[in-house]
C-alpha cells in the first residue's frame, strides 16, 4: 500500500508535535520531514517530494501563503493544505493553489484523511 508522504510546515514546536501525532496516527499517512519556514518549505519539499505539505499560514520570512503559492505552480507539485490558528474568514488564501484550509483546533485523523480524498489531483 502506499503510504502518502507528509512535509510539515510550521514554526511553532508545539504545533509541529500535534500534526505529526495526528499524521502517525493516520493510517496510510508518514512524515517525512519538518520545517519551520516559508524558505524551508520549498527546500524540504524539493529534497524529500513529499505527496501533501501541511502548511502553517502564519511563518517567518516567507509566509505560508506564498510560499504554497510557489510550491504548486512546479510541475509535481504537491498537494498543500493550509492549517492556521485562524478562522478561515480571517485569512485571504483565495488563489494561492492550497486544496483546503484547515483550522489547527479542529485538525485530526478524519480531517486529514478527508482532506487529502477530496483534494483535487
Known amino acids: 500500500m502506499h503510504q502518502v508522504r507528509v512535509l510539515i510546515v510550521d514554526d511553532q514546536e508545539t504545533f509541529l508535535r500535534a ?20 524558505e524551508q518549505s520549498l527546500q524540504a519539499t524539493e529534497t524529500l517530494a513529499p505527496d501533501l505539505v501541511l502548511m502553517d499560514v502564519h511563518l517567518p520570512g516567507i509566509d ?9 505552480t512546479s510541475s509535481n507539485a504537491p498537494v498543500v493544505l ?10 485571504d488564501a483565495a ?19 478527508a482532506a487529502w480524498a477530496a483534494a483535487d489531483f
Not at 19 to 33: E, I, L
Not at 82 to 91: A, E, N, P, R, W
Not at 97 to 108: N, P, Q, R, S, T
Open 95 to 113: 488563489g494561492c493553489g492550497a486544496a483546503a484550509y484547515l483550522e489547527k483546533a479542529g485538525f485530526g485523523p478524519d480531517r486529514l484523511s
Open 19 to 38: 500534526m505529526r501525532a495526528v499524521v502517525t496516527a493516520t493510517d496510510g499517512f508518514v512524515v517525512v520531514g519538518e520545517a519551520r519556514s516559508g
Open 82 to 91: 493550509l492549517l492556521s490558528t485562524y478562522s478561515q474568514d480571517q485569512v
Open 64 to 72: 505560508g501563503i506564498e510560499a504554497t503559492r510557489l510550491l504548486t
